[in-house]
């Protein structure tokens, strides 16, 4: 099993620790460094040495915040995963830090087991949200779209319906009997047509659209 790393962003150091010791306990993941805000975890990644698979990044810093420093990870580090964890449960925030480019969304009361399941669905399959954030999002998306419905072509629809399943972009080219860069050109179709940035947001439109049906409880 190849070991996925973290780093922790928290401005509190003896729960930073605390994290820490918990993440490095699940199988499969290891701490790499902690940082006590974003300039510092800005600071250690453009040496370019120690990248992490994923972050969990709190949101109320000082110097420099969650969501600025999610930004700036999102436009120079595209290829790492945030996942916030904080005590922010304001909507305005979450959908902020979701803007930003957080694949997922973690409130710092959740259970041991919750936060080792954020971890391996992101790194799996990009996101992980649970039912409260997903409603979030989903009314969010509702209260956005001021525009009509494009048109989906069959084999975009299908692509769609596949993209809110737990196959990788590459399964997703096998299953549809395609190249892995016919499959890109479909998902980077589908992130203009429904102005989308990520796979998080062609789930949620497809939800919204009944494209794909899921029960959330």
Same mark, same amino acid.
Do not use: W
């Given at each position: 099993?190849?070991?996925? +790393?973290?780093? $922790?962003?928290?401005? /509190? *150091? ?15 993941? *290891?701490?790499? @460094? ?5 300039? &510092?975890?800005?600071? *250690? ?17 000082? $110097?420099?915040?969650?969501?600025? +420093?999610?930004?700036?990870?999102? &436009? ?15 909507? &305005? ?11 997922? @969304? ?5 259970? &041991? ?7 391996? /669905? ?6 992980? /949200? ?16 001021? @525009? ?8 975009? $629809? ?9 196959? +990788? ?16 050109? @479909?998902?980077? +179709? ?26 959330? *409880?």
């Amino acid at each position: 099993m190849k070991i996925k +790393t973290v780093v $922790i962003v928290e401005d /509190h *150091k003896l729960l930073s620790q605390a994290i820490e010791g918990l993440v490095n306990s699940f199988d499969g993941f *290891k701490v790499l @460094y902690l940082c006590s805000n974003g300039q &510092k975890l800005l600071e *250690k990644l453009k040496f370019q040495k120690n990248i992490p698979d994923l972050i969990l990044m709190d949101i109320n810093m000082p $110097i420099l915040n969650g969501i600025e +420093t999610t930004k700036i990870l999102t &436009k120079e580090f595209p290829e790492i995963k945030v996942i916030a964890l904080t005590v922010e449960s304001d909507d &305005k925030l979450i959908l902020e830090m979701l803007k930003a480019g957080a694949k997922s @969304y973690l409130l710092k009361d959740a259970e &041991k087991e919750v936060l080792e399941t954020a971890l391996n /669905h992101t790194e799996s399959f990009g996101y992980y /949200h649970t039912p409260k954030i997903s409603n979030l999002l989903i009314n969010s998306l509702n209260d956005q779209e001021k @525009y009509e419905s494009p048109h989906l072509k069959e084999r975009e $629809i299908e692509f769609l319906r596949h993209a809110c399943s737990e196959l +990788t972009y590459k399964e997703i080219a096998e299953k549809m009997y395609l190249s892995p860069k016919t499959v890109d050109g @479909y998902r980077d +179709t589908l992130f203009q047509k429904l102005n989308v940035k990520n796979r998080i947001g062609l789930v949620l439109y497809a939800i919204k659209h009944k494209i794909f049906n899921i029960n959330i *409880k």
